[in-house]
């Protein structure tokens, strides 16, 4: 059976940038100088890098990495891509690690190549989930832990162990309207005011709307066509098609993926591993998304996002100080 990872643009690097424009500049090379479409020029030689064109309006050399994830990268386009394939197609996530040994090079490039990635499959702009008709459920999970890591006491038997709640784990709400997409989002505290603000700006309130027995949704539920929920307490899990069984069947493969393979995630990062996984989730093989689709899909979210190693560092600089 011949492997994926053999096409043509995951082993050529003119072949690589012939891809990726196809996708980026479906229409015709677009100058990022004057912006200016099908108006350029592609420059060959032996000496001339691959995919370089030229504007002939404002005469400035420009190539499909400008404006996008790939923008001042030594990495080679085929290497992106591979990584790309990689990542997408991995349903509970890759380790940089894993990253690094198959692409070779530092873990550096492999750790920072992989937060551009989760950038381009970031789809939470795309507008709000469900709509008329449609079932959005909700809920929350609890993750990482805070900067500190968990609390520990010490037990007179056993020794020292860790605290049992979620004070010292981040919390992540996630909405999935069923048949369809994923959002998840990172929240400081659940409280009434934030689950209210992640649930009204991301799901559209002619949903109807399925959570499980916690207060806040009461509120929160009136905005919507209707609202039903399952009391967890009195192990009440289905009651028509009232039910959190889609977001937790999410929440099975999420924390499987930050916990088996990530294995340590930091506070100031985790904002960007929810995208992952709702990608994968939101572009899953049930309604006829394959790996290869899924990356083609990833690499049309490239264009226009930027995200710098310097950005990305000091803000973990930032996060750290306070």
Avoid at 63 to 84: N, Y
Avoid at 95 to 121: C, D, E, N, V
Wanted: aromatic share 8%; hydrophobic share 30%; charged share 25%.
């Amino acid at each position: 059976m011949k492997s994926a990872l053999t096409a043509p643009h995951l082993c050529n690097e003119e072949t690589a940038f012939a891809y990726v424009e196809s996708h980026l500049w479906p229409d015709g090379p677009v100058c990022p100088h004057c912006g200016t479409v099908d108006q350029a020029t592609k420059l060959k030689g032996k000496s001339t890098r691959p995919g370089l064109w030229k504007c002939r309006a404002c005469r400035k050399p420009f190539t499909v990495r400008m404006r996008t994830i790939f923008e001042s990268s030594h990495v080679p386009m085929h290497i992106w891509l591979q990584a790309i394939y990689l990542i997408c197609s991995s349903k509970k996530g890759i380790s940089t690690r894993q990253i690094q040994r198959t692409i070779g090079g530092s873990m550096k490039t492999a750790w920072f190549l992989m937060h551009r990635i989760r950038l381009a499959m970031d789809e939470s702009g795309s507008g709000p989930l469900g709509g008329e008709g449609a079932i959005v459920e909700s809920d929350e999970t609890y993750t990482v832990y805070k900067e500190g890591g968990p609390t520990w006491i010490l037990h007179p038997e056993y020794g020292w162990q860790r605290k049992v709640g979620y004070g010292d784990k981040i919390p992540v709400v996630t909405l999935v309207e069923r048949g369809g997409k994923a959002r998840s989002v990172k929240v400081e505290n659940v409280t009434a005011r934030e689950v209210r603000r992640v649930v009204m700006e991301n799901a559209d309130t002619a949903s109807h709307l399925r959570t499980d027995q916690a207060n806040m949704y009461r509120a929160i539920g009136r905005q919507f066509a209707s609202h039903e929920a399952v009391d967890h307490s009195r192990e009440e899990w289905v009651r028509g098609d009232a039910h959190t069984q889609t977001v937790e069947g999410f929440f099975s493969i999420f924390k499987r993926g930050m916990t088996g393979v990530y294995q340590h995630c930091s506070e100031q990062h985790l904002h960007r591993y929810p995208a992952e996984f709702d990608f994968r989730y939101s572009n899953r093989v049930k309604p006829g998304v394959d790996d290869t689709e899924r990356t083609r899909r990833a690499i049309k979210g490239a264009g226009g996002k930027r995200l710098t190693y310097r950005r990305t560092r000091s803000q973990e600089a930032e996060n750290s100080a306070a």
